[in-house]
Antibody, heavy 126, light 108 residues
């Protein structure tokens, strides 16, 4: 069974950078796509981007372009999401999620999100 | 960007009743690449439906998805106590992937 374990809660000042980790287990990391999703309190989720750990290819949401960096370390089966120039509106729960790359019902890197981490709360406050 | 509008915002029903949730897209969703998720407080979303109508692994058959183009529906045939939650639709037919704002199904 695939599981995703995320790093702990973070408190950051405006302008700082946060980096969250997501440890994958239960299957072969290469062969899954990793997504990152932001959810502000009381709001719907917002997709931030994705990575294919096999080749490192990334696709980012345009509204976050330049502030978000997603990476994957295949030696530790861990994905990372780094968000820079933090502002108060970035206070949210951040989830990693995954789907097997040959799952039915998707195409290219565009898929639904099958397994989710429990989330990491990021608070941005001066 | 495809904007997904979910309705109603809140649905007040009793256990055993049927729930019908709507998700309308601002433009046609390619090949029915639409998913539904359930989220309970303090938990991550849980995948229910992908490809507009295919149930994810382990999802009971009281959950059903339908629709195409711009109009999609999630139906919960007979509400169980554990079904009271917030439901989101999501399109994944291209970038950016987007989610609806959610429908809360609450106990009447």
């Amino acid at each position: 069974e695939v599981q995703l374990v995320q790093s702990g809660a973070e408190v950051k000042k405006p302008g700082a950078t946060v980096k969250i980790s997501c440890k994958f287990s239960g299957d072969t990391f290469i062969g899954y796509y990793m997504f990152w999703v932001q959810q502000a309190p009381g709001k719907g989720p917002q997709w931030m981007g994705l990575i294919d750990p096999e080749n490192g290819e990334t696709i980012y949401a345009e509204k976050l372009q330049g502030r978000v960096t997603i990476t994957a370390d295949t030696s530790t089966d861990t994905a990372y999401m780094e968000l820079s120039s933090l502002r108060s509106e970035d206070s949210a729960v951040y989830y990693c999620a995954t789907v097997r790359s040959n799952s039915p019902g998707g195409y290219y890197y565009y898929y639904y999100m099958d397994v989710w981490g429990k989330g990491t709360t990021v608070t941005v406050s001066s | 960007e495809i904007v997904l509008m979910q309705s109603p915002g809140t649905l007040s029903l009793s256990p055993g009743e049927r729930a019908t949730l709507s998700c309308r897209a601002s433009q046609s969703v390619r090949s029915g690449f639409l998913a539904w998720y359930q989220q309970k407080p303090g938990q991550p979303p849980r995948l229910l439906i992908y490809g507009a109508s295919s149930r994810a692994t382990g999802i009971p058959d009281r959950f059903g998805g339908s629709g195409s183009g711009t109009d999609f529906t999630l139906t919960i045939r007979r509400l169980e106590p554990e079904d009271f939650a917030v439901y989101f639709c999501q399109h994944y037919g291209g970038s950016p992937l987007t989610f609806g704002q959610g429908t809360k199904v609450e106990i009447k």
